[in-house]
């Protein structure tokens, strides 16, 4: 937070940690209320509304005078905040089949390497608006950002669908074909409404596997995007072409997130991707904790974006459609999304000033989380293996076919007929 800020709200000491903290909080425990929310009222409502919610505090928060005031703000916003990813991922899974979900997720969340490799010279443009109103750089920064955010949301409300069924924007045979397809895809599992289905997504342990991967992944991540100016800083360049030097990591990284979408819906595999990219991040890391110079730094930097961010979105990917049934899979994405971002509150305060310039403890907190990410994608993909191979046995000697699959409705991902995605 540049252009004043810091000194116009006397940021000093960890009070700028905690302004980056305090957001995440409400963000994590609302989520799964959120994404029920959004199952009840619909999509086309929901989304639109709490995306609306966001723009006008936002707004608000360029208008702050105080800590407080800011830390306030920065709490109303994580509440509206809560909803939007998990929400935009259980809205992308059931539009389409699960071998469609990686690359769509992939460019949903190449969005945040978009808004690190970029925000920074949109922000350098926006700070030239210094004193308009009487208002500092900073302010506009933030009124701009929620203004734009209202406005799509105005015309999200009108011009969003629920779903394929209700798309009005698809001709009959479209819409006949899509809505067979997803349900064959799903094995025909209910979509209704039901506490049970709650249950069933908060008593499953591969929720809870899959969220612990993503825990261990959002650290480093979430750090990345908040300290990577700070992290080339420390390896030896000045703080002015830091600023210019954090847009190829992102950009590597916006780019590998896209690609290995892509990819790993076509091989139809998750776990691979996931397990590739975190070796490929820790590689990363493990060159910024070894070396001193700085370019070499720098390769570290950008393999780190490389490995994390596609993994992240293949993650998403994974747990959307490891998850039978469309209100489990609405609370076990909120799961993993939501008390995986309990995660950036660590990675919030992993980066201290007092171990500038070399940052060793960030980088050790990194590579600790990356080492178990990368034994639990091995775990994951290991029980899913065996848990397909136990359902075809079953189907096998209990002569279980498709055109079974209204036997087992309510059963969610415990289905015999439903294949999980390894």
């Known amino acids: 937070m540049i252009a004043g800020m810091v000194d116009d709200l006397h940021l000093t000491g960890l009070k700028y940690n905690l302004c980056a903290a305090i957001l995440l909080i409400p963000y994590a425990l609302l989520e799964v209320p959120s994404n029920l929310a959004l199952k009840k009222l619909g999509p086309s ?9 966001w723009g006008i505090i936002v707004v608000a928060e360029g208008f702050v005078k105080s800590f407080g005031g800011l830390m306030t703000a920065r709490v109303f916003q994580g509440m509206a905040e809560s909803g939007i990813f998990p929400g935009l991922t259980f809205y992308l899974c059931v539009w389409y089949p699960r071998t469609a979900h990686a690359q769509r997720i992939s460019l949903l969340y190449s969005a ?26 900073w302010s506009w920064i933030f009124i701009l950002e929620g203004l734009v955010t209202f406005v799509v949301a105005i015309f999200a409300w009108f011009y969003m669908s629920d779903y394929p069924e209700k798309a009005s924007f698809l001709t009959k045979l479209e819409r006949e074909w899509l809505v067979e397809t997803i349900k064959q895809d799903s094995t025909g599992l209910s979509k209704e409404f039901k506490r049970k289905f709650v249950f069933q997504a908060l008593r499953d342990p591969h929720v809870w596997m899959l969220f612990g991967i993503h825990f261990c992944l959002i650290i480093p991540a979430y750090a990345f995007s908040l300290f990577l100016p700070t992290m080339i800083t420390g390896l030896g360049f000045s703080s ?10 992102n950009a590597a990284g916006c780019l590998t997130t896209v690609v290995g979408g892509v990819l790993s819906d076509r091989f139809r595999a998750r776990g691979p991707f996931i397990l590739v990219g975190s070796l490929t991040a820790l590689a990363g890391y493990c060159i910024l904790f070894t070396t001193a110079d700085s370019w070499t730094g720098y390769v570290g930097t950008i393999l780190a974006a490389c490995g994390l961010f596609p993994s992240i979105a293949c993650v998403l990917a994974w747990a959307g459609g490891n998850s039978g049934g469309e209100v489990k899979r609405a609370v076990a994405i909120a799961i993993v999304i939501g008390c995986g971002n309990l995660g950036p509150i660590v ?50 000697r209990d002569g279980i076919t498709e055109d079974m699959a209204g036997d087992f409705v309510e059963m969610g991902d415990a289905s015999p007929l439903y294949r999980y995605t390894i």
């Open 112 to 137: 945040v390497t978009l808004a690190g490799a970029f925000g920074g010279l949109l922000a350098f443009a926006i700070v030239k608006m210094d004193g308009i109103g009487g208002l500092h750089g």
């Open 240 to 249: 002015s072409k830091a600023q210019l030097l954090s847009v190829p990591p």
């Open 45 to 53: 409502r929901w989304i639109p509304f709490i995306m609306a919610a």
């Open 347 to 396: 990675s919030s305060f992993i980066y201290r000033q007092q171990d500038s310039p070399r940052y060793l403890p960030g980088h050790g907190t990194a590579i600790g989380c990356l080492c178990v990410a990368i034994v639990l994608s091995m775990v994951a993909m290991l029980e899913f293996t065996r848990l397909n191979r136990k359902k075809t046995a079953k189907c096998e």
